[in-house]
C-alpha cells in the first residue's frame, strides 16, 4: 500500500504558476502509473495528468495541453504537476492518485487508481 500526500497549492493569480508535488510513502511509486486529478465545487473528480510506471509516457486533458506539465523522480518517490498560465476555471482540490494495474502506458479512468491523496487547493485569487 502506497501513502501520498499532495503539497504547493495556494492562492494564485491568472497567468500564474503553481507546482504541485505529491510524496510517496510506503512503497516505491516506480510501481505506479500516476495521475493528476482536481474536482470543483458542484463538478465531478476529472483527469488531469498522468504519466506512466516509467515516465516515458504522459497524457493530459486537453484543457490543460501546453500549459501543465506532468513529471516524476522515482529516486525521490515523487510526481510533479507544474501548471503555468493559470486560468480561473483551473481553481479545483487537486489530487494526485496512484494505478499499479496500468503498466504501460496511462489511464485516465478515475476508477483505475487505487490509492489518493487527500488534495490541494488551488484557487485563482483574481
Known amino acids: 500500500q502506497v501513502q501520498l500526500v499532495e503539497s504547493g497549492g495556494g492562492l494564485v493569480q491568472a497567468g500564474g504558476s503553481r507546482r504541485l508535488s505529491c510524496a510517496a510513502s510506503?512503497?516505491?511509486?516506480?510501481?505506479?502509473?500516476m495521475g493528476w486529478f482536481r474536482q470543483a465545487p458542484g463538478k465531478e473528480r476529472e483527469f488531469v495528468a498522468g504519466?506512466?510506471?516509467?515516465?516515458?509516457?504522459?497524457y493530459y486533458r486537453d484543457s490543460v495541453k501546453g500549459r501543465f506539465t506532468i513529471s516524476r523522480d522515482n529516486a525521490k518517490n515523487t510526481v510533479y504537476l507544474q501548471m503555468n498560465s493559470l486560468k480561473p476555471e483551473d481553481t479545483a482540490v487537486y489530487y494526485c492518485?496512484?494505478?499499479?494495474?496500468?503498466?504501460?502506458?496511462?489511464?485516465?479512468?478515475?476508477?483505475?487508481?487505487?490509492?489518493w491523496g487527500q488534495g490541494t487547493q488551488v484557487t485563482d485569487s483574481s
Open positions: 492518485a496512484a494505478d499499479s494495474h496500468t503498466i504501460v502506458g496511462v489511464t485516465p479512468t478515475v476508477q483505475e487508481y487505487e490509492y
Open positions: 510506503g512503497r516505491t511509486l516506480s510501481r505506479y502509473a
Open positions: 504519466i506512466s510506471m516509467s515516465g516515458g509516457s504522459t
